[in-house]
């Protein structure tokens, strides 16, 4: 065993995960700003706009499809080698990518090269954060106080508020110094190159970890696993089934909240051949502020849910969670069907309430659905491959849905994704208590 002054303190672990997420999802997040604002003008053909918007606003998906290999590349060496070193690889993946697409010459200088380098960084992201979140999370919970794995689990979820914050309010901050036009033609690079400081930030405060004790125990006992990925699916598939739908419809609340309804309030007031509204005529500063405010109920509630659920369970408050985000969804005309900036501020408030609510507990419950061994692998498969069904289309899907069907199709799209999430609840166990040394 180690001593005791090898172990990580309590506040050093709650910094740590906080600042790492916070930073890698700063990174992600001005990406996908950056994709709604700015990409459509400066790497696509700006001779067929919506078709511009359709392909900018695809390039968030390869992110997305990256993210389980991330899950698997670094699920691997963080179950072999620890996840100290592997988080520090993680977070360099995802900076020096964000740094590239700042610095990325548009389509008018290189041509197709600027779209397709584009296509390549943003797999860069997809790749670190598909091995940032997995790391993050066992370092919170792995070294936790008994009884606090929600409320330490809480901490690296913390981390996608504040970088959602940090982003938006970058943006924020540069459109109002400079002006919409030179944003548009420079400054959305500022937001980009910044992360090198961020980046810098998040080293110092990693390399000053120790690793945690639970896998120091497994790594003398020689029960590393040669092929933790593998060993993971082929022990625990179930597993990871289980945590995937658990996790999706957390993933569609977001990005419908974040990127369609973004899409949808900043379209000019308009109709589609079937006679549904398609946008609100919202000034994208206006959204970005809503944004804002949307993010810091958004921690906050990240740090309520970590709490509750150690109170009455993981499966008991995401279950109930789950039943208000199913309703949310279907309450979604009535806050924007023809809304004003008041009512998209409500609506955004309440869904990042439930987003927090569901999102605060994660970084506990799916790390404790798997034994050490694999416990990187499983909990980062299990989160990431659920952004490919949860996060990847679902802006398209509900574009498209909203044209068709108007807004009471986005939100039975939502119910429906809560009524699978209920199912995989319903059949799982409860994790609260159960021993992360000694799990099976």
């Given at each position: 065993m180690s001593s005791s002054a090898s172990r990580n303190s309590p506040r050093h672990v709650a910094v740590a995960s906080l600042v790492g997420t916070a930073i890698e999802f700063y990174d992600y997040y001005i990406y996908a700003a950056a994709a709604?604002?700015?990409?459509?003008?400066?790497?696509f053909p700006k001779g067929d706009p919506s078709a511009a918007m359709l392909l900018s606003l695809s390039t968030l998906a390869l992110a997305f499809l990256a993210r389980p290999i991330g899950s698997a590349l670094f699920g691997h060496f963080g179950d072999r080698i620890g996840r100290k070193r592997t988080l520090v690889a993680s977070l360099l993946t995802m900076g020096l990518s964000t740094v590239a697409i700042g610095l990325l010459p548009s389509y008018e200088q290189i041509g197709l090269a600027a779209p397709l380098l584009l296509c390549l960084f943003r797999i860069g992201q997809g790749i670190g954060l598909g091995g940032e979140w997995g790391g993050a999370a066992l370092v919170a919970t792995e070294n936790a106080p008994p009884g606090q794995r929600g409320?330490?689990?809480?901490?690296?979820?913390?981390?996608?508020?504040?970088?959602?914050?940090?982003?938006?309010?970058?943006?924020?901050?540069?459109?109002?110094?400079?002006?919409a036009d030179a944003m548009v033609a420079?400054?959305?690079?500022?937001?980009?190159?910044?992360?090198?400081?961020?980046?810098?930030?998040?080293?110092?405060?990693?390399?000053?970890?120790?690793?945690?004790?639970?896998?120091?125990?497994?790594?003398?006992?020689?029960?590393?696993?040669?092929?933790?990925?593998?060993?993971?699916?082929?022990?625990?598939?179930?597993?990871?089934?289980?945590?995937?739908?658990?996790?999706?419809?957390?993933?569609?609340?977001?990005?419908?909240?974040?990127?369609?309804?973004?899409?949808?309030?900043?379209?000019?007031?308009?109709?589609?051949?079937?006679?549904h509204a398609t946008g609100l005529g919202i000034p994208a500063n206006t959204f970005t502020g809503i944004l804002l405010a949307g993010a810091v109920v958004f921690g906050v509630f990240c740090l309520v849910a970590g709490k509750l659920a150690d109170r009455f369970g993981r499966r008991r408050w995401l279950m109930a969670v789950t039943a208000a985000i199913m309703v949310f969804g279907l309450l979604m005309p009535q806050f924007l069907s023809h809304g004003t900036p008041a009512s998209v501020l409500a609506f955004i408030l309440v869904g990042m309430a439930l987003m927090g609510c569901t999102f605060g507990p994660m970084a506990a419950l799916l790390p404790e659905l798997f034994p050490t061994e694999v416990r990187y692998s499983g909990a980062s498969m299990a989160y990431n491959l659920a952004s490919i069904v949860g996060a990847s289309l679902p802006t398209l899907v509900a574009i498209d849905l909203n044209r068709s069907y108007g807004l009471w199709g986005v939100g039975l799209y939502l119910a429906g994704n809560g009524v699978v999430t209920m199912a995989a609840l319903a059949t799982s166990r409860e994790t609260a208590r159960v021993d992360l040394a000694g799990v099976r």
């Amino acid at each position: 065993m180690s001593s005791s002054a090898s172990r990580n303190s309590p506040r050093h672990v709650a910094v740590a995960s906080l600042v790492g997420t916070a930073i890698e999802f700063y990174d992600y997040y001005i990406y996908a700003a950056a994709a709604v604002l700015v990409f459509n003008t400066q790497f696509f053909p700006k001779g067929d706009p919506s078709a511009a918007m359709l392909l900018s606003l695809s390039t968030l998906a390869l992110a997305f499809l990256a993210r389980p290999i991330g899950s698997a590349l670094f699920g691997h060496f963080g179950d072999r080698i620890g996840r100290k070193r592997t988080l520090v690889a993680s977070l360099l993946t995802m900076g020096l990518s964000t740094v590239a697409i700042g610095l990325l010459p548009s389509y008018e200088q290189i041509g197709l090269a600027a779209p397709l380098l584009l296509c390549l960084f943003r797999i860069g992201q997809g790749i670190g954060l598909g091995g940032e979140w997995g790391g993050a999370a066992l370092v919170a919970t792995e070294n936790a106080p008994p009884g606090q794995r929600g409320w330490f689990g809480s901490f690296p979820q913390l981390g996608a508020p504040i970088g959602l914050f940090m982003a938006n309010g970058v943006f924020f901050l540069v459109t109002w110094l400079i002006g919409a036009d030179a944003m548009v033609a420079w400054g959305w690079r500022i937001p980009f190159v910044l992360s090198i400081v961020l980046v810098g930030v998040g080293l110092y405060v990693r390399l000053t970890l120790h690793e945690s004790q639970v896998f120091q125990d497994v790594e003398k006992a020689g029960r590393t696993e040669q092929a933790p990925v593998s060993a993971v699916f082929r022990q625990h598939g179930g597993r990871v089934l289980q945590g995937t739908l658990i996790m999706t419809t957390t993933y569609v609340l977001f990005y419908l909240m974040t990127a369609f309804v973004q899409v949808y309030s900043k379209s000019p007031v308009n109709t589609s051949a079937a006679g549904h509204a398609t946008g609100l005529g919202i000034p994208a500063n206006t959204f970005t502020g809503i944004l804002l405010a949307g993010a810091v109920v958004f921690g906050v509630f990240c740090l309520v849910a970590g709490k509750l659920a150690d109170r009455f369970g993981r499966r008991r408050w995401l279950m109930a969670v789950t039943a208000a985000i199913m309703v949310f969804g279907l309450l979604m005309p009535q806050f924007l069907s023809h809304g004003t900036p008041a009512s998209v501020l409500a609506f955004i408030l309440v869904g990042m309430a439930l987003m927090g609510c569901t999102f605060g507990p994660m970084a506990a419950l799916l790390p404790e659905l798997f034994p050490t061994e694999v416990r990187y692998s499983g909990a980062s498969m299990a989160y990431n491959l659920a952004s490919i069904v949860g996060a990847s289309l679902p802006t398209l899907v509900a574009i498209d849905l909203n044209r068709s069907y108007g807004l009471w199709g986005v939100g039975l799209y939502l119910a429906g994704n809560g009524v699978v999430t209920m199912a995989a609840l319903a059949t799982s166990r409860e994790t609260a208590r159960v021993d992360l040394a000694g799990v099976r």
